[in-house]
């Protein structure tokens, strides 16, 4: 496609609920990233994959959070009995190596009720 | 912690003008910074990126660094309405894929 695309784009989960987020990046980009941003706030790093491995999973807030790219194309970040801080936009990002220029999707916007 | 400090505002401006937008950051190794746009409800959007000490300019726009001083900082000349947005500043360690952003500055510019 012609940009990372998210869904879904708004998300409602009455607490204790489980969702899954789905990434789906620019054809050909080795790199995925997610990031949280909340109100106000610029984005935090969740996690990383190169490919199909996830290298880098230091900023998920907890053990509720599970992300996987399978077949090192399209992701999942998969967020088990919601809380309401987890209340957020949920960004993919996505690059053709590591460190060129990322690319960000329009976000999943979760609010947990 | 690695900080990224930014001026919430909204910084406000008159159609034409030039707005300065200011990022300091707190980790020496920082070796890369960006600079994004973000609409409401849209996603972020790198307009400029730097790594050496001094100016690039691209367009109505000026990245500043200075490293010794930490601080970044960006220029948009002849301001528009339409570059009402909010401006993320972000910085990447040396060899580093993760951005750590500041919570962005906000930018109304007025007709």
């Known amino acids: 496609g012609a940009g990372v695309s998210q869904s879904p784009r708004y998300k409602v989960a009455k607490r204790g609920q489980d969702v899954a987020l789905r990434c789906d990046p620019i054809s050909g980009h080795v790199s995925l990233f997610w990031y949280q941003q909340a109100l106000g706030q610029g984005p935090e790093f969740l996690t990383y994959?190169?490919?199909?491995?996830?290298?880098?999973k230091s900023g998920l807030p907890s053990d509720r959070f599970f992300a996987e790219r399978p077949e090192g194309s399209v992701s999942t970040l998969k967020i088990q009995r919601t809380q309401q801080e987890d209340s957020a936009v949920y960004l993919c990002?996505?690059?053709?190596?590591?460190?060129?220029?990322?690319?960000f999707g329009q976000g999943t916007r979760l609010t947990v009720v | 912690q690695k900080e990224v400090e930014q001026n919430s505002g909204p910084l406000s401006v008159p159609e034409g003008a030039i707005a300065s937008l200011n990022c300091t950051y707190s980790?020496?190794?920082?070796?890369?910074f960006f600079w994004y746009r973000q609409y409401s409800g849209k996603s972020p959007e790198l307009i400029m990126s730097i790594y050496s000490n001094g100016d690039k300019e691209d367009g109505r726009f000026t990245a500043q660094l200075n490293k010794a001083s930490q601080y970044v900082s960006l220029l948009i000349r002849d301001s528009q309405p339409s570059d009402s947005a909010t401006y993320l500043c972000a910085v990447k360690e040396d060899s580093s894929y993760k951005l750590i952003f500041g919570s962005g500055t906000r930018l109304l510019v007025r007709p």
């Open positions: 990002a996505s690059s053709l190596a590591a460190l060129a220029e990322a690319f």
């Open positions: 980790d020496r190794v920082s070796q890369s």
């Open positions: 994959f190169q490919n199909e491995a996830q290298l880098d």
